[in-house]
């Protein structure tokens, strides 16, 4: 019965073949405003000639470093902090109502912020992207923790174990799963935030090329730009996915 239908693969194709089949159609018969972009050999047709541009690798560069230092420092601050708040229930009461009041802000809003409080462009948008990945990993964090059962917690006290005992051997691999989800989310939010914040205050990367390239009327280098950040985006998140299966091997389901 199986056999009747196309495999994931075959679906996954077909889904990208739809994609390009409509995105084709809708410019070559101008629909709408569409008849301004340029289909999808256009655009292959600048990636290439993109690629193998020294620019090319000093926007993509700047952007990854930017993200992935973002990214580190969020998780560097968020995990723990979302790992007490979920552990603790007096720091939980402390600490949480302040950080959900700031958390609705998206990243972009505080690009003026970041520009008054960090002079050099650098701070400021790594800043940004930080905010974007700060709050999902805090969430995650803490959620993990509250869903951990009960009966963990209380089994390991009754075997003797100290409050040290029980975040190593309960809370943390309890609450892993759902961080490394956390994870993932973050690292996609904070290739969102660098583009904004690359537009605004950035001098190199992938989101100043794509205004740039508005600026100047080189609508096939937005096009391609999107596309490497989503291929970027994608890739980065799959490095996290991939290496939460590898650390969560004892889980059922993984990352």
């Not at 084709?24 to 405003?33: D, G, I, K, P, Q």
């Not at 990367?205 to 999107?226: E, F, N, S």
Request: glycine share 10%; hydrophobic share 60%.
């Amino acid at each position: 019965m199986a056999r009747l239908f196309p495999s994931g693969r075959a679906l996954s194709a077909l889904s990208l073949l739809f994609l390009l089949g409509a995105w084709t159609a809708l410019v070559r018969l101008e629909v709408y405003r569409f008849a301004y972009l340029p289909d999808p050999i256009g655009s292959a047709e600048a990636g290439l000639r993109l690629l193998t541009s020294w620019r090319f690798a000093a926007d993509a560069s700047y952007s990854a470093y930017r993200v992935w230092t973002a990214w580190a420092l969020a998780c560097l601050t968020a995990a723990p902090l979302g790992l007490l708040l979920g552990w603790m229930r007096t720091l939980a009461l402390l600490g949480f109502p302040a950080l959900e009041l700031l958390r609705p802000i998206p990243p972009i809003a505080w690009i003026p912020a970041a520009i008054l409080f960090f002079p050099a462009v650098e701070p400021s948008v790594v800043f940004i992207c930080f905010v974007g990945a700060f709050f999902p990993i805090l969430l995650a964090a803490k959620t993990g923790v509250e869903q951990i059962d009960l009966r963990y917690f209380q089994a390991a006290r009754c075997l003797g174990a100290g409050e040290w005992r029980v975040f190593l051997d309960v809370v943390l691999p309890g609450a892993l799963p759902s961080i490394f989800t956390g994870l993932a989310i973050g690292m996609g939010i904070a290739w969102m935030a660098v583009v904004a914040a690359e537009m605004i205050a950035g001098e190199f990367g992938l989101g100043y090329m794509i205004w740039d390239a508005y600026a100047m009327a080189r609508y096939p280098l937005i096009v391609v730009g999107m596309a490497i950040i989503a291929a970027l985006g994608s890739i980065s998140s799959a490095a996290i996915r991939w290496a939460g299966t590898k650390i969560l091997r004892w889980s059922r389901g993984g990352a």
